[in-house]
């Protein structure tokens, strides 16, 4: 368990007040300089302040496919080819070494930015790692989900744990001593229920599971960020959409620059100079970003399931089909749009569920509050500024893992992660 005294001598003496045994980390000890969660959000960690990590050409790792929906291979139109297999990708050391599976965040793949970014850290640890995409995400939704409706946390955990299973059949020589298990965003409350259902299941057995920036009411959350959409951005009119408000901004400021560098450090800069975005506008850009991934997976859902809410049943799609047309009438449909017209029809008609307030309940962290609550091996770190968090939602986590939780007072939504004070942390929990 992550302890006061550990978390002590790590830091080097920050400050740390207990409130119900959860690890409060002091806000002027802390030295993460971005207050703004939006900024954040977006911008992540200065450069100078994030963890020295090898380079891809010092890591020994592979892209593989699974194939695990091979029925549904001849269901998909022509243009889904890349993804009737699932891709993967695994980094292994040159010796007997514990295994950790990563799980991606809403929409991503397993190459997203953050999960190479925790491969890397791990990795540099001497961890194998197994980068896995969110069953959200249109390759998981086409190549392992049964039934292409993400949504319902415990059915898409036990698409996971399929996948996991696969992943180990297919690298039967690679020699694992343990098996850990993180996530972030909606990855990590995927990795809740895996870890869950491996207690049963016992193909894994887990040693220590970590949960970063989880949600906890997951409607709350998706609510949030759809409200973000809304948010009045000062300068956008009928002739000035948003998306050309932010490219002006970003013009200008590579013609002050005088070149253009697209490098993972360039938010930071961007925000650090005279064309930065403002608040609302930063908001806009998460609530759209956010968006995109619910249009896509509202487009991919119906697709495969035929359901002709927003591409017709039966109109013929091939590679060279424009998706234009279905693609903006998926934006018309946010994710209380998609749970409300795909995912609760499909829940009901699977389980004889109820309400909506049921299904929030069996999808959240609460429908797992009695198994947190008394299992040592799982913590979580998360943010007091996190724009996912409802009212409670901190007293929740408070209550369900006490001293196993880790609160740290900036960072916005993950923000934070690749911050040397919080990769200090994460691997300090798994090494114990």
Same mark, same amino acid.
């Given at each position: ?208 599971? +970590?949960? &970063?920036?989880?949600? /906890?009411? @997951? *409607?709350?959350?998706?609510?949030? #960020? ?6 009045? !951005? ?122 909506? +307030?049921? &299904?929030?309940?069996? /999808?959240? @962290? *609460?429908?797992?509050?009695?198994? #947190? ?6 913590? !979580? ?52």
């Amino acid at each position: 368990m992550l302890r006061s005294l550990r978390f002590a001598a790590l830091f080097g003496g920050l400050i740390l007040s207990a409130s119900a045994l959860a690890v409060d980390i002091d806000a002027a000890s802390y030295g993460y300089p971005l207050t703004n969660p939006f900024e954040a959000t977006i911008a992540t960690t200065p450069p100078d302040l994030r963890p020295e990590l090898p380079l891809d050409d010092d890591i020994d790792q592979q892209t593989r496919s699974v194939r695990l929906r091979p029925e549904r291979e001849f269901d998909l139109p022509d243009n889904f080819w890349p993804v009737k297999k699932l891709t993967y990708r695994i980094a292994t050391q040159d010796k007997a070494a514990p295994l950790i599976f990563l799980i991606a965040g809403t929409g991503a793949r397993y190459d997203s930015s953050l999960n190479e970014y925790l491969k890397k850290l791990y990795y540099k640890a001497g961890y194998h790692v197994v980068q896995l995409s969110s069953p959200t995400s249109f390759d998981f939704m086409s190549a392992a989900s049964r039934f292409a409706t993400p949504g319902i946390t415990k059915e898409d955990a036990e698409d996971m744990y399929r996948v996991m299973q696969a992943v180990r059949a297919q690298n039967p020589n690679v020699p694992v001593t343990d098996y850990y298990l993180t996530g972030y965003s909606l990855g990590a409350l995927d990795a809740a229920f895996v870890a869950h259902l491996d207690e049963t299941r016992r193909s894994f057995n887990f040693k220590k599971v +970590l949960l &970063l920036n989880p949600p /906890v009411n @997951l *409607y709350t959350s998706i609510t949030n #960020l759809d409200k973000l959409v809304q948010t009045e !951005v000062k300068g956008i009119n009928n002739s000035t959409t948003f998306y050309e408000l932010v490219l002006n901004k970003l013009t200008r400021y590579f013609q002050q620059k005088g070149y253009i560098d697209l490098n993972d450090a360039l938010l930071y800069d961007f925000q650090q100079s005279k064309q930065h975005l403002s608040n609302e506008q930063m908001a806009m850009l998460i609530g759209t970003s956010f968006r995109f991934s619910a249009a896509d997976i509202a487009f991919t859902s119906d697709l495969i399931n035929r359901r002709g809410l927003i591409t017709p049943p039966k109109y013929p799609i091939t590679e060279g089909t424009s998706l234009t047309p279905f693609l903006k009438r998926a934006l018309q449909c946010d994710f209380d749009c998609y749970i409300t017209e795909q995912v609760i029809p499909m829940w009901r008609a699977r389980t004889d569920g109820g309400s909506l +307030l049921q &299904l929030i309940d069996q /999808v959240s @962290l *609460y429908a797992l509050k009695d198994y #947190l609550h008394d299992s040592p091996k799982i913590a !979580v770190m998360h943010n007091a500024d996190d724009v996912i968090l409802g009212p409670g939602d901190l007293g929740f986590l408070r209550k369900t893992f006490g001293d196993r939780l880790t609160v740290y007072p900036l960072g916005g939504h993950c923000g934070n992660l690749n911050y040397r004070v919080n990769s200090d942390a994460m691997l300090e929990f798994f090494r114990g």
